[in-house]
């Protein structure tokens, strides 16, 4: 893998950002699908200080990591583009992504305007800062939440439960589970409800002065390291394509389209910043070797989490172009700098997407096939219109038409199918990220990425939930 240092300013930052504290959470072991919950004013907190300290190294112009050119006055949409995960945890994660917005661009009274008649107008709240977040509904764009509704995600989880690795440490674990049912509330203790046994603790530890007092001092600690293993096994996989990494290879596609962006001197846009679950973190630092050369990394990151991926250009050139990756997990004081894709110091962008991109799940079609579904919406409109292409091809022609038609009837039913979905917005046509193909023919076609809020999840009744 080729490595590159340079210490030059970075030309672009792509940030991941987990949610911060919620209250309780539930989600099915088997297909991971969730109740509701709400984020807590801790929670804000949390992000407005990350958003605050990730405005002070990139937002600065005194900072060592200042992104070169970008506003550091007022927001400037046209610098940046902002989106949160709609899914699993319901607004937690978008209310996350407001509160760190908040940091990054505080309230000034520059934001201001003077009227015709010479009045100066300051925006609410001593010039509070709008900035226009893009929600991301995984019923329609399944790039930050690839593993719901994904039948062989769900099969993997299975296979995973029914493995000898399981069952050994279950049998290893069986003595600590056994002592922990006066602190679950009823829950079951089950190995495989090891996560959602981990959250009911730690929210409980947070909030619930009793509880704390009553919870003997290594309990939690035990319990989020047996739900790090679980969680850890379940996103991540021994193969790159393996449909453990699904978070992974779902979202990648997003990160190397920010790349491009940043590296196109004709586009203004330079940060990028997504806020997730917890599970496209597991499979990202399990994909990018990030986890092997640091196993503290290997489970689940905090609240208010960050990775933040600064691009680098050596001599301005964007072949050459670089990629540091900077981890801070919750509560850290500062990033850390890690090694990854099995090398030291910062990787090239063209090598990162040499070792990736053969595994990714690119858009909504690829993903349909991958997690072989056809009910969500998206899928449902694909293979509708694979059904009707197919019985066109079946309806009787007579001898003389099908000698003029031939081998081109393939290509007027495919164009009718895919018109069809054009007509209705349900697809795009989507350039290939650095000039390269997916080696699936010469165009590559992408279901538009439509968004809005989805609270239709039927997950089990919980008073815990938690992505």
Known sequence: MSSSTDNNLPVGVVILIRHGDRMGFYQDPGTYTATETEITPLGNQQEFQLGTYLRSLYINESSPLYIQGLSTALFDQSQILVQADLGGEGGVIYDSCVSLTQGLWPATTNNNITLANGTTITAP??????????????????????????????????????SSQFQEMKSQSAAFLNLLPPYLGGRPTSLTNMWNIFDYMNVNYIHNATFAAALPPTFLAQARGLANWHEYNVFSDASLSGIGNIAGRAIIPTIFDAFETILDTKNPTKLFVTAISYKPFLSLFNMTGVAAANPQLAGIVDYASVVALELRQPNGDPAEATVRFNFKNGSDPQFTTYNWMGTTGDVKVTSLYDALWGSVVNGTADWCSVCQNTQVSSCAALNLAAQQARAAALSPIGPVGAGFLGAGMTIILFGVALGSLLFFGLLKFKRPLFGRRKNRGDDQVELSKAHGYDDSVNAPSSASRGH
């Open 125 to 162: 709240l001593d010039g509070y800062q709008y900035v226009p977040i893009e929600g991301v509904d995984p019923d329609d764009d399944m790039s930050l939440e690839g593993f719901q509704n994904c039948s062989t995600f769900n099969a993997h989880t299975t296979a995973f439960y029914n």
